[in-house]
């Protein structure tokens, strides 16, 4: 059912001086208040054919009255179909509203760091992003080591970690999203001296299940940190669980993580946190190779993705 309120008469008098300075708004209120009425005398017959004889002489007097609304509705209907332009109509003013309130859409969240912003109290679960070619979407984040990064295969599937600091946004969401479009992606890092780095790649893509998510990455440009992604270059994706690699051992296994490793790897961003040089154990930690060697383990490295147009 449709809600009818009155119109006080210096609303209507600011209505009619709207609808008399546009043309266009004169035939859409027009149209717009016919079709609601309309549909109230539609409501009206519609509440007389469920009537039954057993109603009581109440019912039936408000039946009466009914039917004497519907042949008012029926002459305003008609009413509305002699209307010339300039007349002003008696509008619902839940209708009219949209029209006069401009309303600002609310910024689509690109990455999972926006869902949290935007409602600090969101769970866990499953949302919408909506990848921009105006700014970067973080894929991969590690920063202070407070999340674990050794994780099995479904994990690196599905994602995991926390929005506002280290996490892995999923192998599965990486392929829908890289699959809509040419994505380029940006890898940022810092050492614990405080220098930074970069390296540009101009596509950036995970394949489908089918082909274990690989890697397709090319057309690096420096930012200073060199080029050590290309060496994983059509790869698919290992973990302890399930081990894809070229090596005659499992490189997750072996340098304690999870990527798209070859014979092993001259970057591993989801290895061990560590901080800066220690050869202690070798290239288990978070490395990137032409930049710092496979000794240090950077404070914070981050994949971030773009959709090219």
């Keep these: 059912m449709v809600d009818y309120v009155p119109i006080s008469s210096e609303r209507l008098d600011t209505i009619r001086s709207t609808t008399q300075t546009d043309p266009k708004l004169q035939i859409l209120i027009k149209t717009m208040t016919l079709k609601t009425l309309k549909q109230k005398n539609k409501d009206t017959l519609t509440n007389q054919r469920q009537s039954t004889t057993t109603r009581s002489d109440q019912h039936r007097s408000g039946l009466l009255k009914r039917q004497r609304q519907s042949k008012y509705y029926n002459q305003a209907a008609k009413d509305m179909d002699s209307l010339k332009p300039g007349d002003a109509p008696v509008l619902l003013l839940m209708f009219l509203a949209p029209l006069l309130i401009c309303c600002s859409a609310e910024e689509k969240p690109v990455d999972c760091s926006d869902i949290l912003q935007q409602d600090p109290h969101s769970s866990s679960g499953v949302y919408t992003i909506y990848p921009s070619n105006k700014r970067f979407g973080i ?148 490395s990137w190779n032409t930049w710092k060697g496979n000794a240090y383990s950077l404070k914070s490295i981050s994949f971030k993705i773009r959709l090219v147009k």
């Design 139 to 286: 894929i991969q984040r590690r920063m202070d080591g407070s999340v674990n990064f050794y994780r099995p295969w479904d994990q690196y599937v599905e994602g995991f970690g926390d929005a506002n600091g280290e996490y892995w946004f999923g192998l599965e969401f990486m392929h829908k999203i890289t699959a809509r479009g040419r994505n380029e992606l940006l890898v940022e890092m810092e050492d614990f001296d405080g220098n930074k780095a970069s390296a540009r790649y101009s596509s950036f893509s995970v394949g489908p299940e089918c082909e274990q998510y690989k890697l397709t990455v090319s057309g690096f440009t420096d930012g200073g940190a060199g080029d050590s992604l290309t060496y994983h270059n059509n790869m698919k994706f290992t973990t302890f669980d399930k081990d894809q690699d070229t090596w005659p051992n499992n490189c997750a296994k072996s340098f304690l993580g999870g990527f798209w490793y070859s014979s092993c790897h001259t970057t591993n961003p989801n290895g061990i946190y560590r901080w800066g040089a220690d050869g202690t154990i070798y290239a288990i930690g978070v």
